[in-house]
């Protein structure tokens, strides 16, 4: 079957609007070294330690975890510290007019900077976000990972920017719950080398491809947008760019994709070191 793919079957189905591929241009762009260098001086004044980005792999089991437990027991954990909670639906599934996933489980922000935020005027909102609970952002943690979003954390300037906040950057961070249609793809797949520096995968997991079960029907590649993925001989080869968000190992339809976790690695340990990687930057008790 893979012998009879070509290269255009072998893009993943990600978001294809104009703003996005305004910024995928500009994204190349940036490559160029004395662009880089400007891009860098502007973005990241303060150079990458302030920054953080981090998926959890969507089927993680390790032990007794099950798939759920491990992003939640992280999410629960800076629920309960923040100070201030909004919901808002999914800015990457509304303007790219998802089909597969629900729009209305999108982002978590808390902190400081999420009771500074215009909750009519949300970037790209499909309606106005609303301040929550800790039990309610909870109920939404569980609701999107139960529809098969990809858990991810991230305490970025960008974000601080374009949502109007940037005097509480070091007091704000979010969760989002990603799909395809994700908008990190942007940074991370077509533009420079600077989002790999705070863009992490989840320390110990790696994604192992079985050859006697792959048949090369190239459905792994639809969902992955970050140029995880290679074609080897006809089968499905995951390269040093995945992100270890784990959407490829749901869709796979022969179950040839499997998620593993590193055997001389604690789990408890790996979730601590993410949580005081976050801590040790952002305060979201405000």
């Known amino acids: ?47 990458f330690d302030t920054e953080a980005g981090q998926y959890i792999p969507v089927n993680l089991r390790v032990g ?3 798939s759920e437990v491990v992003p939640i027991k992280i999410m629960d954990y800076f629920i309960e510290k923040a100070g201030t909670i909004v919901i808002r639906d999914c800015p990457c599934r509304v303007t790219n007019d998802c089909k597969d996933h629900a729009k209305d489980l999108g982002c978590i922000w808390m902190g400081k900077g999420a009771a500074n935020l215009d909750l ?47 005097e509480y950057d070091d007091e704000t961070m979010n969760f989002c719950f990603c799909c395809s249609c994700c908008c990190v793809a942007a940074g991370y797949k077509y533009g420079n080398s600077d989002y790999k520096n705070f863009f992490k995968r989840m320390e110990g997991v790696t994604f192992v491809t079985d050859p006697e079960k792959c048949v090369g029907c190239g459905e792994c590649f639809k969902v992955c947008i970050y140029n995880g993925l290679k074609m080897v001989k006809g089968k499905s080869v995951h390269t040093e760019d995945c992100i270890g968000c784990g959407h490829c ?3 796979c339809p022969e179950g040839a994709i499997s998620i593993k976790f590193d055997e001389n690695k604690n789990i408890d340990d790996v979730i601590d070191g993410i949580i005081k990687r976050y801590e040790k930057i952002v305060d979201i008790s405000g």
């Open 1 to 47: 079957m893979a012998n009879k793919l070509q290269k255009k079957d072998l893009k993943p189905n990600e978001r294809s609007t104009p703003v996005f591929l305004k910024t995928k241009k500009k994204g190349w762009l940036t490559r160029l070294p004395i662009l880089k260098q400007r891009h860098r001086k502007k973005h990241y004044p303060r150079g």
């Open 64 to 66: 007794e975890y099950e």
């Open 120 to 166: 009519k005027k949300l970037p790209g909102a499909g309606k106005e976000g609303r301040y929550a609970t800790k039990e309610e952002a909870r109920e939404h943690v569980r609701l999107a990972i139960k529809n098969g979003l990809a858990p991810a954390l991230g305490k970025l300037r960008g974000d601080a920017v374009l949502y109007n906040f940037l």
């Open 249 to 251: 190992e749901a869709v």
